[in-house]
């Protein structure tokens, strides 16, 4: 029997490690931008003070020798190590909780003679008087869209495309063709650097309709319509040899020469698309097989929220391709909804609350903690100064500089601890960070 692996430590430990990853970049920022003046610099000092501060607040609870970590007070930069993992923590954790809830979709009948699919919630919330006429199993699908790039153009005369490439998005998801099989999903846009230049790329975690060979059939439309929406005019490229169309055929029997012949050479001629499993598999399978379907659907989502653009593989981070995105990164949205979950609030990752994971903390299962059972002393500590036993389920434990830099609160409950921990944070930062 393995051991049950304790949760919130491992959680502690990850916090740890990427706020020491945090103020690794800091220093090496330091080092690198001596002497630099430039407008680029103002966004990338920006980020510098973000590092520094993020987690810097964070409230754990001491039980005896048990010491939990309880939220942190973050920064929501979007390339900050700490705010990343949380925020791929939140998001995992909310739709994991929605597909459990919606197996199936609702054909509603409007007071014309139309229907309407919505989603459980939105029965309940704007359609509670219109009957149901069917419940609609789907699909669930991993598609990975690219557009053409070369090291000197961009694409379409821009090396930060993301605008063009959300707008070819937009524009083949207005198509019938698309609307006719994908009911909805949401997607991110991630960035890599490769040798054509700034790799920017769409990641997407589509629903769709229950057909024979969806997989094929939804391949080929997007391939067909995805083509055409990323057409670059200065593009350049040799017509497809024999090779070229067994690689664009590979793996898709629907597709005939004649949807070679229409293909751009131009545009995009290749996508990638994953069926993960259907909606009602989840509730079928045992614990394990749940465990295997949510590993898929949340790899799919993963992606939007790893800065790793800037990890460099000999160890170190890419600090030119850190000032050269920096200022982009005000702009780009990393995270949406489309179609049928549009309007689905559940899945809002807009913040609201000041302390990233007071949801999460509900659902942490600290012995003792939430119910009030026992007296838990509450403090504040810099995460970067523990130690994780990792022989020993990643115990916590305080350095000497943890102790002496612990501020003990007089919290009696966890809801007042993070009150206090607010305060702190207002007082000790003065100047609110930025919500991005
Ligand atoms: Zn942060």
Known sequence: MKKPINHNNKRSYTISSLKKKNYKLVKQIENESKGMHSDEMVALMKFEKNLRQCASISLYAQQGRIINHIASHTCKHKACFVCNFLRQKKIRRKYLNWFIKNPVFYRVQLASDKTKLVTRFQHEHYYTDKPVVATVPYDIMHLTLTVPHTLDGGYRGQTFYQQELRKAFNLMRKTDAWLELVYGGEFGIEITKNDNGLHIHIHSLILVKRVTRNRNK?????????????????????????EDIEKIKKGNSLLTDADIKKLSLKGSTMINLKTICGSDDIQKSDEEGRKKIMIGVLEAISYHFEPQTFDKKSGGFNIPLLIELMPKLYKLRIYDRIGILYRESSLSMTNNAFVEDLEEIKQLNIDGLNNGLLQSDFFITNPALLYHDRENDNRIILSNAAIDRRIDLSAGTTNQALGEMSEYAKAMHKDKFDYN
């Open 218 to 242: 939804v391949h080929r439309m997007i391939l067909l319509e995805w083509n055409k929406y990323t057409v670059d005019p200065s593009y350049k490229r040799k017509p497809f040899t024999k």
